[in-house]
């Protein structure tokens, strides 16, 4: 009994199917019909062709040039932006640190000075000597307005640099 249930069904399906692709093959025979109408109607190929080629190419020719001096535009904008980002992280880093170290002048350099210390130099020996006073990585960031990252980067190579300099004053000649 089951199994003669089994074929029922199978037999629904089947015939389900068959009508449903019966449908779309009218569906697509309606839809040709239809399209051979519209070309049947339309105009022929000289009376379509109203537009100027040289009135396109004006207009394509605008919108290209319209697009490019928008992205210009946008760069140009894009760059201040960084610039101005640029110029304002560098006023931030230890803004008084960098103001308030004395002047030194060529007569007072020494043969080890005469290599002109930049920003950095001068932040990452502050942060050594901040270190040497005992202040925390969270101290010394906050204070010079640096990332902690960085602090505990420059204070990490301090330390390597102090051990292989250890080493080698160790080690016999």
């Not at 080493?167 to 000649?173: A, D, F, G, M, R």
Request: net charge negative; charged share 25%.
């Amino acid at each position: 009994m089951a199994l003669h249930t089994l074929n029922f069904w199978e037999i629904v399906l089947d015939a389900t199917q068959i009508f449903l692709c019966g449908l779309i093959i009218l569906f697509l025979i309606l839809n040709r019909i239809k399209f051979k109408q519209l070309i049947l109607k339309a105009p022929s190929g000289e009376q379509t062709q109203n537009v100027n080629p040289e009135f396109v190419v004006e207009a394509v020719r605008q919108q290209t040039e319209l697009a490019f001096n928008h992205i210009v535009e946008t760069i140009d904008k894009e760059r201040q932006t960084l610039d101005a980002y640029y110029n304002l992280r560098q006023q931030q880093i230890a803004p008084g640190l960098l103001t308030s170290l004395p002047a030194i002048t060529p007569d007072r350099i020494s043969g080890a000075e005469a290599v002109k210390k930049d920003a950095a130099d001068i932040i990452y020996s502050e942060i050594e000597s901040l270190a040497d006073q005992g202040l925390s990585l969270a101290d010394i960031s906050e204070r010079l307005n640096v990332p902690q990252g960085e602090v505990d980067l420059v204070l990490k190579l301090k330390h390597l640099s102090s051990e292989s300099a250890k080493k080698k004053n160790h080690s016999p000649v």
